[in-house]
């Protein structure tokens, strides 16, 4: 059973479109993350929802609006998709009750913009 | 502000010698330390963490070590083998939970 599951694996799209990514966790975590890794390989953070609510918000555009429907689930819609917003987005869950943990993370959805 | 470096973005070792990768982090608060692993398509996995309160924890083939005087970190991985072959990531924790990640260490094992 996959722990972070993230779909889809691979997006290409026009600059101008509007995608969405999903993500689903099935560890009972409560709290879940998206991740933004550049070609070099640099793992930024953008949002992270703890039990449905919004925690932390990074300087991201706000053509990126990230819902949470339940603990279970973060979603990623991001509004006119730009040539630079390709990368690949990583969603993660974790425990934060009792203090930060490890997070899991999905295996990526690769994102490219053409 | 908060920033993770490390020291080497490539290293490449022989099969079976010992692998060391450094990290430098900049926060003196920060209380928990994580290295991960990520290969080819595939989410970063975690490896082995640590807490501020220790120096030194071991796992199987890896080691982590955590100087808090010099905010360094390290990881010892025994005995290299190709299946090590990875970018690997320390990440330090910094407000409201959240993980700061550093650049990665591309580790290159040749037989």
């Known amino acids: 059973d996959t722990a972070v599951s993230q779909t889809p694996k691979y997006l290409v799209t026009q600059m101008g479109n509007d995608k969405s990514i999903k993500c689903e966790q099935n560890?009972?975590?409560?709290?879940m993350y998206w991740y933004k890794q550049d070609s070099k390989k640099f793992l930024k953070i953008m949002f992270s929802?703890?039990?449905?609510?919004?925690?932390i918000n990074e300087t991201v555009p706000n053509r990126f609006s990230p819902k949470s429907p339940d603990k279970a689930h973060l979603n990623l819609h991001i509004n006119s998709l730009e040539l630079g917003d390709s990368a690949v987005y990583f969603c993660?869950?974790?425990?934060?009750?009792?203090?930060?943990?490890?997070?899991?993370f999905g295996s990526g959805t690769r994102l490219t913009v053409v | 502000g908060e920033s993770v470096g490390l020291h080497l973005p490539t290293l490449s070792v022989q099969e079976g010698d010992n692998s060391i990768i450094n990290c430098a982090y900049s926060?003196?608060?920060?209380?928990?330390f994580i290295w991960y692993k990520q290969e080819s398509g595939k989410g970063p996995q975690f490896i082995i963490d640590i807490r501020s309160n220790m120096d030194k924890r071991q796992g199987q083939r890896v080691t982590v070590l955590l100087n808090k005087t010099v905010k360094h970190l390290s990881l010892q991985i025994a005995a290299t083998q190709p299946g090590d072959s990875a970018v690997y990531f320390c990440a330090v924790s910094g407000g409201y939970n959240k993980l700061i990640f550093g650049a990665g260490t591309r580790l290159a094992v040749h037989p």
């Open positions: 926060n003196s608060a920060s209380d928990y």
């Open positions: 993660a869950s974790s425990q934060i009750t009792g203090g930060v943990s490890g997070y899991t």
């Open positions: 560890l009972g975590h409560d709290t």
């Open positions: 929802y703890n039990n449905k609510e919004l925690i």
